[in-house]
């Protein structure tokens, strides 16, 4: 148990259908992240919420959009995907100095979920 | 560009060995660097983090170190373990941001 949960943990759609990722955390941090995991590809930023306002958006197509409710949620919601887009997807959190002032420390994940579209 | 370069071949070792599995970097600066542990289909999870003052770092059987002049990590596994069969990946911040840059990883396989 990481503290971070994510459902659901696998997801199968058609191109055209719109579906949620969803995160939540339970460790009292202020940052929460969506990173994408291609097979034999590096871990891939892709948004980053600090104090549930968005301050890294790391050139995604807007088929992804996320979503920061509160300090312990984090949303990815995804509609009419390329099977490229097949991957599992990442959300993680940690503590945060603020807006502008980057994070402490290390990055806590969730165990993803795992995308594939058809 | 900036680039993280791990070993993409597997690593294959004897148990009761150490495993070193290296991390390279270029046209970057860090102001610290952090190893991740990632088992199959699982999320990783953090191991140690080394600033770019410190030259090693130790926690139980792990040992990092970082050389910022070569632009290099080490990252030794002692008295390895079957156990300690997954995937390594390095990753690099700079200070006052959020993105961290990760490598892709490098496998282990320790045998019985």
């Known amino acids: 148990e990481t503290g971070v949960t994510q459902t659901p943990r696998h997801l199968v759609m058609g191109m055209t259908n719109k579906k949620s990722l969803k995160c939540e955390q339970h460790?009292?941090?202020?940052?929460m992240y969506w990173y994408k995991q291609s097979a034999k590809k590096p871990l891939e930023l892709m948004f980053v919420y600090s104090l549930e306002e968005r301050v890294e958006n790391n050139s995604v197509p807007s088929r992804f959009s996320p979503e920061c409710p509160n300090s312990s949620h984090l949303f990815l919601h995804l509609h009419t995907l390329q099977p490229e887009d097949s991957a599992l997807y990442l959300c993680?959190?940690?503590?945060?100095?603020?807006?502008?002032?980057?994070?402490?420390?290390?990055?806590?994940f969730g165990e993803g979920s795992r995308l594939t579209v058809l | 560009s900036q680039k993280i370069e791990q070993n993409s071949e597997a690593l294959n070792i004897q148990e009761g060995k150490t495993a070193t599995l290296t991390c390279n970097y270029t046209n970057y600066s860090p102001a610290y660097l952090q190893w991740y542990r990632q088992d199959p289909g699982r999320g990783p999870v953090f191991l140690l983090l080394?600033?770019?003052?410190?030259k090693e770092k130790r926690k139980e059987r792990l040992k990092v170190t970082f050389d910022t002049t070569l632009k290099q990590s080490l990252f030794h596994i002692t008295a390895s373990q079957p156990a300690d069969s997954a995937t390594y990946l390095c990753?690099?911040?700079?200070?006052?941001?959020?993105?961290?840059?990760f490598g892709a990883g490098t496998r282990l396989f320790v045998k019985a």
């Open positions: 993680a959190s940690s503590q945060t100095r603020g807006l502008a002032g980057g994070r402490t420390g290390e990055l806590f």
């Open positions: 990753a690099l911040d700079d200070t006052g941001g959020f993105k961290t840059i």
């Open positions: 080394i600033r770019e003052n410190e």
């Open positions: 460790l009292g941090h202020n940052a």
